[in-house]
T-cell receptor, first 112, second 113 residues
Framework: DGGITQSPKYLFRKEGQNVTLSCEQNLNHDAMYWYRQDPGQGLRLIYY???????QKGDIAEGYSVSREKKESFPLTVTSAQKNPTAFYLCASSIMDSAGYTFGSGTRLTVV | GENVEQHPSTLSVQEGDSAVIKCTYS??????FPWYKQELGKGPQLIID?????GEKKDQRIAVTLNKTAKHFSLHITETQPEDSAVYFCAASTGGGADGLTFGKGTHLIIQP
C-alpha cells in the first residue's frame, strides 16, 4: 500500500540536543511538507519542498532544518536553537498540480 | 500573509442533526480551500475541498460552500453519526496548495448519542 511514514511515533530528548524526525513516502509525490501542531492551535508550516534538492521556509522555520536528497524522503531536524520544541510534528506530501495532501501519522516530540 | 479564522472551536450536536463549521480568510488571492478531519493521535485526512471557481461542492453527507465576496467558506455535515466525532480543520492557499496551506485552529465536533 502506498503511504507516508513518520518515525518514531514518540521521541524524547534532552534540552540542548538536536533531533531528526524521519518522513518517507512511496506515493511518488513531488511536494513534501512539515507542519507543527500545538494543543488548541492549527497546523503551522515549518518547511516545504517542491523538488529534490530544493526547499522553502514556511511560517515558523527558525530553529529547524531540512534536506531533500531523495524524492521519497524529507527529514526534519529540530535544533537546539528551537526555543519550544515540544509539539506534535506532521509530515505531508502531494502531487504538484493537485493540492490534496496525504499526511503521516505524526511524531510527538517531548524535550525534557 | 494569509490568515484563516475558524468558528466555533467546539460544536456539540445530537446524532442525526446537522453541523456547520465556518471559516474566513484574509487573502483575496486564495484559490484553494480544503477541509481535513483529524482523529485522536492521527494525522489529518482530507474530506472535501473546493476551488475558487466553484461556489458549492457536495459529497454524500458532506458539503462545502464558498463565498468569495465575503471571503468565507463553510463545511456542512448532515445526518451526523458517532464516527463524525473528530477535530475538523479548514485551510486556504493562494498557490493551489503547492506552496503550503494556512490552517484554521480547528473545531472539535462532538456527536451526542
Amino acid at each position: 500500500d502506498g503511504g507516508i511514514t513518520q518515525s518514531p511515533k514518540y521521541l524524547f530528548r534532552k534540552e540542548g540536543q538536536n533531533v531528526t524526525l524521519s518522513c518517507e513516502q512511496n506515493l511518488n509525490h513531488d511536494a513534501m511538507y512539515w507542519y507543527r501542531q500545538d494543543p488548541g492551535q492549527g497546523l503551522r508550516l515549518i518547511y516545504y519542498s517542491q523538488i529534490v534538492n530544493d526547499f522553502q521556509k514556511g511560517d515558523i522555520a527558525e530553529g529547524y532544518s531540512v534536506s531533500r536528497e531523495k524524492k521519497e524522503s524529507f527529514p526534519l531536524t529540530v535544533t537546539s536553537a528551537q526555543k519550544n520544541p515540544t509539539a506534535f510534528y506532521l509530515c505531508a506530501s502531494s502531487i504538484m498540480d493537485s493540492a490534496g495532501y496525504t499526511f503521516g501519522s505524526g511524531t510527538r516530540l517531548t524535550v525534557v | 500573509g494569509e490568515n484563516v479564522e475558524q468558528h466555533p472551536s467546539t460544536l456539540s450536536v445530537q446524532e442525526g442533526d446537522s453541523a456547520v463549521i465556518k471559516c474566513t480568510y484574509s487573502d483575496s488571492a486564495s484559490n484553494y480551500f480544503p477541509w481535513y478531519k483529524q482523529e485522536l493521535g492521527k494525522g489529518p485526512q482530507l474530506i472535501i475541498d473546493i476551488r475558487s471557481n466553484v461556489g458549492e461542492k457536495k459529497d454524500q453527507r458532506i458539503a462545502v460552500t464558498l463565498n468569495k465576496t465575503a471571503k468565507h467558506f463553510s463545511l456542512h455535515i448532515t445526518e451526523t453519526q458517532p464516527e463524525d466525532s473528530a477535530v475538523y480543520f479548514c485551510a486556504a492557499s493562494t498557490g493551489g496548495g503547492a506552496d503550503g496551506l494556512t490552517f484554521g485552529k480547528g473545531t472539535h465536533l462532538i456527536i451526542q448519542p
